[in-house]
């Protein structure tokens, strides 16, 4: 699906990453600052996962925390898992 979301470049760069991510995988924060080249900008990409306005479209529900566990999720955590589950989640 072809989406336009706008945003910063950073935001763009993490959502572009974001897509990357195949269904049933899941990334955590610092994993995904250094897939778009800013290692130690964990938090920033935590902001930018906050403000994807295309959940799904660009699955934001497949960046969990650095030791496994689900994080926020703007439809909750119980949606975030049912999102995972339904995928096939293999963890990484």
Known sequence: IRVD???TE???????ALR???????????????AV???GAARA????NGSNPVGIV???????????????YAGGVERKEWLLGH?????R
């Open 45 to 48: 990409v935590g902001a930018a």
């Open 5 to 7: 979301p706008g945003g």
């Open 87 to 91: 995928e096939g989640n293999r963890s």
């Open 37 to 39: 080249g800013a290692p």
């Open 10 to 16: 950073f935001q763009r760069r993490v959502w572009g």
């Open 20 to 34: 990357k991510v195949p269904p049933g995988r899941t990334v955590s924060y610092g994993e995904l600052a250094r």
């Open 58 to 72: 660009i699955p934001c529900h497949r960046v969990i925390g650095a030791d496994g566990s689900l994080t926020g």
